[in-house]
Structures are given as C-alpha cells and as structure tokens.
Nanobody, 121 residues
Framework: QLQLVESGGGLVQPGGSLRLSCAAS??????IGWFRQAPGKEREGVSC????????NYADSVKGRFTISRDNAKNTVYLQMNSLKPEDTAVYFC????????????????WGQGTQVTVSS
C-alpha cells in the first residue's frame, strides 16, 4: 500500500502558477493520476502519467496549461499548473494504480490526502 503525500498547494492570483508534488516510496512502480474536487462537485480527472512509457493524458480543461511529469529517482510526480483560472480552485489529489492511465477515480486504489489550490484575486 502506497502512502501518497501531496504538497505545493496554496493561494495564487489568476494567471499565476503552482507546482504540485506527489511523493511516495515505491511510486516508480505505478501509474499516477491527478484529480481535483471542488466544493459540491464530483472528483474529476486532471492528468495521468503512465509508469511503463511515461505517456500522459490531460483533461480538455487543462490542456496547454498543466504539465505532468515524474522523477523516478525521487519517487515523485509533479503537476505544473500555469495560467491558473478561478475555476481551477479545488482540492487536488494524486492517486496510484497499476498499468494503464484512467480518468475514473474508481479505478485507483491508493490516494493521498489532498492539497488545496485556490485561485483568486
């Protein structure tokens, strides 16, 4: 069972940037997804990076603004978020699964505790 730990959230103005980190011992053996959940809304997939070949997926709402990457030597996956908008405000979670990327939260069985991202002027 992975112990995923997210960090890097905070308050940022519209148009600003943040970099989220997801760390865990043994994380290099897993495909990692980032999800977010805003108040009153369902958890939605944001991005995913596959373990085997490093291929990535993005939700349409973040394409061109967010970049997912991984540093297996540091057992860490990053989510670089640029050009942030108020609608990006949410708690962001990382999650782990085997094999293929998925945008469905129910496909993941290891979750971090989440980190709050607030985009506001």
């Amino acid at each position: 069972q992975l112990q995923l730990v997210e960090s890097g959230g905070g308050l940022v103005q519209p148009g600003g940037s943040l970099r989220l980190s997801c760390a865990a011992s043994g994380l290099d053996g897993y495909t990692i997804g980032w999800f977010r959940q805003a108040p009153g809304k369902e958890r939605e997939g944001v991005s995913c990076i596959r373990r085997s070949d490093g291929s990535t997926n993005y939700a349409d709402s973040v394409k061109g603004r967010f970049t997912i990457s991984r540093d297996n030597a540091k057992n860490t996956v990053y989510l670089q978020m640029n050009s942030l908008k108020p609608e990006d405000t949410a708690v962001y979670f990382c999650a782990a699964k085997r094999l293929f990327c998925s945008g469905y939260a129910s496909d993941y069985n290891n979750w971090g505790q989440g980190t709050q991202v607030t985009v506001s002027s």
